[in-house]
């Protein structure tokens, strides 16, 4: 018993003494850099000089430190001095520092092509490049015109210690993106860091950046999917290896779109750091419309806030564009409940995904369909392996297509009713084409002049304009 003990003592002393080392070293190079600049023959105003590199080196150790608590290993997140084991990560220290040991290095981007800026923010500058062997993918790199690198050289006028400034920016977003890895965070393929200190390249799976104002224009399912996605990321950020993460920095640009699906891209701004507190009062969440107060618990720390804060933005910046507007009636109940419940923060993360989970069972199987008329499709004739030609097609919203009618229904049941409550549709065809949910993509049409054969495709014509169903 005593010798387990005695053994925990010695590991977490040696644990101990291992992080100091770490931060010593870290001391002394930032101690090192800075004699380095201090013997630079000095001109004139030396005295502002002296405090801008002062400054400087701070700032360079301060990013620096905030990077250490993100190299321990996942069973170590609670604690800074992890009672017993070696838990340093030195892999991952050496991976980020000198870029070893990821898939992709320094060399795989040799022969590259650029071929489009894909986007650029405060801090970095992506572009679009075909590697050698021709896969596409996303440089993220110093952005040399951004407000960040701006401001540090307007500050300290040392734009090479500015972009190593900067690029520790990169540095913390690498080790968050393999701290972080989940199918809603853009994947990482490695990076560079070059011969020159202060130049990282990070090489990320290339998608297109969040169209807000398209994404407002595309059919339910689709924005549907969006914000299905944003809480399922937000679900993993608020119980992750490094505890409950909240994104600092949360606005639509930090997210792009890869094959439909939704990814955060901009990580360098998440936190898990606790909020401490002595009262309820010191645990307030301010935005700009809206003021929570949350509960201080008995740990001291403000309960939930970096979850609720990630609910309260994905409401205000996704779930208000993108979830109520055309949402299926037999799912409405259930959309408004979800808009009162995150945008009053009543709900916690867990509950947030459990209902839109289910609300994408319901979808999928149809259940939320339960009030249409059984016998719809009994004025309907069905020819299989058929499609047709000679279309007099109609335009209706929100289309799958701009120069038809096509939308996605559960069921040829689903299309019948949606055919008899439009005026002009006599027919419809399902090509067996499926959206993300498995629902089928429908063409409605006013008339056709022929039929043609085409497997896994059936043309569905309304028997009689006389025997009608009325529109429900
Ligand atoms: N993997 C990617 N594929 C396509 N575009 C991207 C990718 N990553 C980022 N972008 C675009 O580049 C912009 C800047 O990247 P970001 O990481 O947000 O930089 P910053 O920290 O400066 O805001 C983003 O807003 C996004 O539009
Ligand atoms: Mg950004």
């Known amino acids: 018993m005593s010798s387990t003990v005695g053994k925990s003592l010695r590991a977490a002393a040696l644990l101990s003494f291992v992080v100091l080392s770490i931060l010593v070293s870290l001391l002394i190079s930032s101690v090192h850099h800075f004699g380095a600049n201090m013997s630079k023959p000095s001109s004139c105003g030396e005295g502002d000089e002296y405090d801008e590199e002062l400054a400087l080196n701070y700032q360079l150790m301060q990013r620096r430190q905030e990077i250490i608590p993100l190299i321990f290993r996942p069973e170590d997140k609670k604690s800074i ?6 838990s340093w990560d030195l892999n991952m220290w050496r991976e980020i520092t000198r870029g070893s040991g990821d898939p992709m290095g320094c060399g795989a981007l040799q022969d590259m092509q650029a071929v489009e800026v894909l986007g650029s923010g405060y801090t970095k500058l992506v572009v679009k490049v075909t590697l050698a062997g021709g896969e596409d993918v996303a440089l993220k790199m110093v952005n040399e015109q951004g407000i960040d690198m701006g401001k540090c050289v307007e500050d300290f006028k040392d734009p090479h210690g500015c972009r190593q400034l900067v690029s520790y920016k990169l540095s913390k977003e690498v080790a968050l993106l393999h701290r972080l890895q989940h199918p809603n965070v853009i994947k990482f393929k490695g990076h560079c860091v070059g011969e020159a200190a202060g130049r990282v390249t990070v090489i990320l ?3 297109n950046p969040l169209q807000m104002i398209q994404l407002l224009q595309s059919p339910w399912e689709d924005r549907f999917r969006v914000c299905l996605d944003l809480v399922r990321l937000l679900h993993f950020l608020s119980q992750s290896p490094l505890g409950s993460v909240a994104l600092l920095d949360f ?5 792009v779109m890869v094959s439909g699906e939704l990814k955060l891209t901009d990580l360098d701004d998440a936190s898990a750091a606790e909020t401490t507190c002595w009262s309820d009062g010191d645990c307030s969440l301010q935005f700009p419309h809206r003021n929570f107060t949350l509960s201080c618990s008995s740990r001291g720390v403000c309960e939930g806030l970096n979850e609720k804060m990630n609910i309260y933005n994905a409401y ?8 109520p507007h055309q949402a299926p009636p037999g799912l409405t109940h259930l959309v408004d409940h979800i808009m009162n419940a995150t945008g009053e923060l009543k709900a916690n993360m867990n509950e947030t995904l459990e209902t839109f989970e289910h609300i994408l069972h319901l979808y999928q199987s149809g259940l939320h369909l339960d009030n249409m008329p059984p016998s719809l499709l009994a004025d309907y004739s069905v020819m299989s392996n058929m499609t047709t030609s000679g279309n007099a097609e ?10 038809g009618c096509v939308l ?14 439009h005026s002009q549709c006599s027919s419809f065809t399902l090509s067996g084409q499926k959206t993300w949910t498995g629902h089928l993509l429908a063409s409605f049409r006013s008339s056709f002049s022929q039929l043609v054969p085409e497997q896994t495709s059936e043309v569905y ?6 025997l009608e169903t009325p529109a429900l």
């Open 461 to 466: 014509v309304k028997k009689s304009r006389a």
């Open 394 to 403: 109609y335009r209706c919203w929100p289309s799958y297509s701009q120069h």
């Open 205 to 207: 799976e290339q998608g």
């Open 316 to 323: 205000r910046y996704f779930f208000t564009y993108l979830l």
């Open 81 to 86: 001095f992890p009672a017993h084991g070696s």
């Open 251 to 255: 606005q639509p640009r930090q997210f």
């Open 408 to 421: 996605s229904v559960h069921s040829a049941r689903e299309a019948a009713y949606i055919c008899n409550s």
